[in-house]
């Protein structure tokens, strides 16, 4: 490690911010999943599709998602839609 450049500290620190890096997308969409759905059993719980909709929202299935909350109230659907973008990935679109 001290053959490394700028020594055995800046190789692990390297090594650490990868490590780090590789599992970013799946951090920020376990993020997102867990942010939607606290939202949802706080503000929408009692709406119909709830547990259809969480299912979908962990399952990554972004198209059952979104026909799940298609009725919602217009701004409660919105604030959930962009809570839970992360977790779709490029799937996230609203409907």
Do not use: C
């Amino acid at each position: 490690m001290a053959a490394q450049p700028g020594g055995a500290s800046a190789a692990l620190r390297r090594l650490v911010d990868a490590a780090r890096n590789t599992g970013a997308p799946r951090e920020r969409a376990r993020q997102a999943q867990a942010a939607a759905d606290r939202f949802m059993l706080a503000m929408l719980g009692d709406q119909p599709g709830y547990e259809e909709a969480a299912r979908a929202l962990y399952a990554g299935d972004a198209k059952g998602f979104h026909g799940r909350i298609a009725t919602w109230p217009a701004d409660l659907r919105a604030h959930v839609e962009q809570l839970a973008a992360p977790a779709f990935g490029d799937a996230a679109e609203p409907s």
